[in-house]
């Protein structure tokens, strides 16, 4: 199933590609600070797809053990999704807040990557998270 959504300056546009309704998913509520301070939670399947175009200027983030990034509007400061750099190919999830207005979510869950190795977190992300492409417009 397919879904649509952007940021609230609507620069960054995100389609959303899910083996089932998004309904179904229980999105992932990181405890980090960054996280946290951002009201971050994320959807993914790892046979979905995530497709980020940008019309604005992109910021990529790093926190934590630095392995992800986290992708931020430049207009609007908006956090998208996050995503790290598998061995062919961008894996990541999106934000649920992108979400939540329009499609009736399930209760947040919350999880603790902190807590475990850097190894480890790359292993459960490569389970659990989406293919990302990114799609940054020339004219940025």
């Keep these: ?15 959303l590609s899910l083996p089932k309704s998004i309904e179904s998913y229980q999105p992932r509520e990181c405890d980090c600070d960054f996280c946290k301070h951002h009201s971050l939670a994320y959807i993914s399947d790892p046979l979905g797809k995530l497709r980020v175009n940008s019309s ?4 990529f983030l790093k926190q934590g053990s630095e392995q992800a990034s986290f992708i931020q509007c430049s207009r609007c400061n908006q ?16 934000s649920a807040t992108l979400f939540a207005n329009r499609h009736s979510l399930n ?14 977190r790359r292993e459960r992300w ?15």
Excluded at 107 to 120: A, G, I, N
Aim: net charge negative; proline share 3%.
């Design 126 to 140: 490569g389970n659990l998270w989406l293919t990302v492409v990114l799609e940054i417009s020339k004219s940025t």
């Design 79 to 94: 956090v998208v999704a996050v995503f790290y750099d598998a061995e062919r190919v961008k894996k990541g999830a999106v």
């Design 107 to 120: 209760e947040y869950q919350t999880s603790s990557p902190k807590v475990l190795s850097s190894e480890d």
């Design 1 to 15: 199933m397919d879904y649509f959504s952007s940021c609230s300056c609507e620069a960054m546009r995100v389609e």
């Design 56 to 59: 604005a200027p992109v910021n």
